[in-house]
């Protein structure tokens, strides 16, 4: 197969994926398909997975030896593609759907972002062999599985102002950021003392096999790891001391690029973690500056009371008059229907382009400090705006309180989410099906 076709979403053909009704699949598809797995009410198609496999060995085309024998890369993309249908189905069961305008919108999105539109988008992927409908059904996936994350994040993690400030404090004597990758060997809830002993010996193993050098660190963590981001060589970003566990933060001080810390027990099994390189986070986050506009403007709405046509007339009115040397501020106070602003002669403070919406901050950066702007339309109705003054604002220190908070919220979203992964799959009926054979498990098997 040719190179698969790049899309937004990272994983996207990694896990495509076409949900349907067990019974469907039982008597339409299976003379022609085979099951790979029945997970509760649904199943993983062979043909699922032989996609998915080879969108994953497209991915590594060159790269070949990374990948692991084949019966271990084929049983840990289909650990991932029974996630997805369990994530989907309970996403599905909360209430989250995603609308046809909504998935038609991703998918032109995934078109613009490879710089082609639909039609384009179709053609490539018949070319590389994948159907348009799969594909679009694995979007419409990913988006729900997405928007799940989401509202887990919405209801379950929150972070506080305490909690920033220390990270600040944190950042500043330590300023630095790190690049890590990891390699997690899991264990099931309430594990017992024989299998946390097998997946220390696993895991202690895997480490002896990267000290030797028998095999690079990314090559293990697609071979070996049981974390979701197994397949992209375990590669965890960077992340500031505040992201990292405590039993890692400090590690990390005292390691340089390339090593390799680990076994080490933690709240999903043992992982191993590797530094790959570090830089100063002050000089990475920099100074951030924006342009702020002072400004006033009328409105004339547009609304059951008021006709297009009306506003614009009475707008094109009040304009006139301003040309002809009118104060802004007096006709505001007069004639602007905008409550908010009226009685302080429509001024609006101090703002960013983008505070009142694109076709606003267009007028705005359109004209000179002094000017007015000419009418223009949104959703509220007929404006003019008149640009007062400009200035440049340091918005380091809130940008860095806004990192910082989601740095954080991204870490614990991270742990929280993979004990609800592990939750969701040891509760799930999952049977494994291999030519005749097939295997019943609550629990995902280790490679």
């Given amino acids: 197969m040719t190179k698969s076709f790049p899309v937004l979403l990272a994983s996207l053909l990694a896990v495509s994926s076409v949900s349907a009704p067990l019974q469907v699949i039982a008597q339409e598809a299976q003379p022609l398909d085979r099951i790979a797995a029945i997970v509760d009410e649904d199943v993983v198609l062979q043909s699922e997975l032989d996609r998915a496999i080879s969108n994953i060995k497209?991915?590594?085309?060159?790269?070949?030896?990374?990948?692991?024998?084949?019966?271990?890369?084929?049983?840990?993309?289909?650990?991932?593609?029974?996630?997805v249908k369990l994530q989907v189905a309970r996403a599905q069961g909360s209430g989250i759907r995603i609308s046809d305008q909504e998935l038609n919108q991703a998918m032109n999105s995934i078109a613009q972002q490879n710089g082609s539109n639909l039609d384009a988008l179709r053609q490539r992927l018949a070319h590389d062999g994948i159907d348009f409908n799969d594909f679009r059904a694995s979007v419409r996936d990913e988006i729900t599985v997405q928007r799940l994350r989401q509202s887990f994040a919405q209801s379950r993690i929150s972070v506080s102002e305490g909690e920033v400030d220390a990270a600040?404090?944190?950042?500043?004597?330590?300023?630095?950021?790190?690049?890590?990758?990891?390699?997690?060997?899991?264990?099931?809830?309430?594990?017992?003392?024989?299998?946390?002993?097998?997946?220390?010996?696993?895991?202690?193993?895997?480490?002896?096999?990267?000290?030797?050098?028998?095999?690079?660190?990314?090559?293990?963590?697609?071979?070996?790891?049981?974390?979701?981001?197994?397949?992209?060589?375990?590669?965890?970003?960077?992340?500031?001391?505040?992201?990292?566990?405590?039993?890692?933060?400090?590690?990390?001080?005292?390691?340089k690029a390339g090593d390799v810390v680990g076994p080490i027990r933690g709240p999903s099994g043992f992982q191993l973690l590797k530094l790959v390189e570090v830089r100063d986070a002050t000089a990475a986050a920099g100074t951030h500056t924006v342009t702020e506009?002072?400004?006033?403007?009328?409105?004339?709405?547009?609304?059951?009371?008021?006709t297009d046509a009306a506003a614009k007339a009475k707008i094109d009115t009040l304009r006139a008059r301003i040309a002809g040397g009118a104060d802004f501020q007096a006709v505001a106070k007069e004639s602007s229907e905008d409550t908010n602003s009226k009685g302080q002669g429509g001024d609006l403070g101090w703002?960013?382009?983008?505070?009142?919406?694109?076709?606003?901050?267009?007028?705005?950066?359109?004209?000179?400090?002094?000017?007015?702007?000419?009418?223009?339309?949104?959703d509220a109705g007929w404006h003019i705006v008149q640009r007062v003054a400009t200035r440049q604002t340091d918005v380091t220190s809130d940008n860095q309180r806004a990192q910082i908070r989601e740095t954080i919220g991204r870490r614990k979203l991270e742990e929280e989410y993979n004990r609800f992964l592990q939750e969701l799959r040891g509760e799930a009926y999952v049977s494994f099906r291999s030519g005749d054979r097939a295997e019943n498990t609550a629990t995902p098997p280790q490679p």
Wanted: hydrophobic share 40%; aromatic share 8%; glycine share 10%.
């Fill in 58 to 83: 497209a991915q590594y085309a060159g790269r070949e030896n990374q990948l692991p024998p084949d019966d271990v890369l084929s049983r840990q993309v289909l650990e991932r593609l029974v996630l």
């Fill in 168 to 255: 600040l404090k944190q950042q500043a004597t330590a300023g630095n950021q790190y690049h890590l990758a990891h390699i997690l060997v899991a264990l099931p809830d309430g594990a017992t003392a024989d299998q946390i002993a097998t997946g220390q010996k696993k895991a202690e193993g895997v480490k002896a096999l990267l000290d030797k050098g028998e095999l690079d660190f990314n090559a293990a963590a697609v071979r070996y790891s049981d974390s979701p981001n197994a397949l992209e060589g375990g590669d965890l970003g960077w992340r500031s001391l505040d992201e990292i566990p405590a039993a890692f933060a400090q590690m990390m001080q005292q390691m």
């Fill in 293 to 306: 506009f002072h400004g006033r403007h009328i409105l004339v709405r547009v609304d059951d009371n008021q």
């Fill in 351 to 378: 703002f960013p382009a983008d505070a009142f919406g694109p076709a606003f901050g267009q007028q705005v950066e359109g004209i000179a400090d002094g000017g007015v702007s000419q009418p223009f339309r949104t």
